[in-house]
């Protein structure tokens, strides 16, 4: 099983970026924890972060007939793509959505979800551990198939 995590703009700054809301540790922390869980579950994971719509657009495509399924953090974009849901539901991969925030405690632009519609469920608010928890989902989804 092999497992595509997309991260969008800002991701990049976690650990510093708004600590209160996003927590102290960093994409690369979380993304070791996760590569953890996965050997564990014998899973093949890759990460990909970018600022840019057009690029996680493109790995979203690229994706298509390598991975399994997409676990994905679009950030801002989740709010605002049309592009990156159009590509969710262009590849017909299976995908999850995962927020770090619980974003339907915040203000109100951030409770629309554009991309959620397209994926197969979203997980939000647990901080690093939506990510945890979006493994296990696609996993056990996959596995249902």
Do not use: W
Request: aromatic residues 8%; charged residues 20%.
């Amino acid at each position: 099983m092999k497992i595509l995590f997309l991260n969008g703009p800002n991701l990049n700054l976690l650990g510093t970026r708004e600590p209160d809301k996003y927590g102290v540790q960093t994409l690369k922390d979380i993304e070791n924890y996760i590569k953890d869980e996965s050997r564990k579950l014998n899973i093949e994971i890759q990460f990909y972060q970018s600022n840019i719509e057009g690029e996680l657009v493109n790995k979203i495509q690229e994706a298509k007939g390598v991975y399994d399924g997409i676990v994905i953090n679009p950030a801002a974009y989740t709010h605002t793509s049309v592009a990156i849901r159009d590509a969710i539901l262009a590849v017909c991969i299976p995908t999850v959505e995962i927020h770090l925030s619980n974003i339907h405690t915040r203000e109100d632009f951030r409770k629309i979800s554009l991309t959620a519609p397209a994926c197969i469920g979203q997980i939000t608010g647990f901080g690093a551990g939506s990510y945890k928890l979006g493994l296990i989902a696609i996993k056990d989804y996959l596995e249902s198939l």
